[in-house]
């Protein structure tokens, strides 16, 4: 395990009623070219979200639910880059959660308050790990400025 030294950014916003969490995440990042951003921290509430449950291995497909009730946003965490990987913890009214990694169709509900750090020494990429099957993350240093 690597660790590097970066400078932080914030960036901040808030999603309105109907609109879909990870694609207006991703078009925020997008718009502001950011190389390596993360959440650093989300509230609000959704009526709807598709979830992939843990215990994934390469080659085998995980359940997936698909929530169509209202639910607070508890915790939502993760990378940002072009394939982000989100994991949301999701309360129901009465307090029960579910978890996952985020597919999308996460529609929100009344608001969702999101606050984005950017390491901007660094980007974010994702590239397939041989051992785990997957595209894990990849940091390299960002030379340039932009």
């Known amino acids: ?6 400078a ?5 916003c808030r999603l ?4 879909e969490l990870l694609g207006s995440l991703q078009a925020f990042v997008e718009e502001r070219n950011l190389k390596a951003p993360f959440i650093v921290t989300c509230v609000g509430s959704v009526t709807k979200a598709t979830l992939r449950l843990a215990n994934a291995t390469a080659g ?3 359940e ?6 209202r639910f607070e946003i508890v915790s939502l965490v993760g990378t940002l880059n072009k394939d982000a990987h989100l994991h949301i913890c999701l309360a129901d009214q009465e307090g029960k959660t579910v978890g996952g990694h985020v597919l999308g169709d996460l529609e929100v509900f009344t608001t969702a308050e999101v606050v984005i ?12 790990d041989l051992q785990t099957g997957f595209p894990e ?4 240093p ?3 400025k932009d």
């Open 142 to 144: 960002r030379f340039t």
């Open 117 to 128: 750090g950017e390491a901007t020494d660094l980007v974010f990429d994702r590239a397939l």
């Open 1 to 6: 395990m690597a660790s590097v030294p970066s």
């Open 64 to 69: 997936v639910i698909h929530l169509h009730e």
């Open 16 to 19: 309105g009623p109907g609109q």
């Open 137 to 140: 993350l990849v940091i390299t």
């Open 60 to 62: 085998n497909t995980n």
């Open 8 to 12: 932080l950014r914030v960036h901040a």
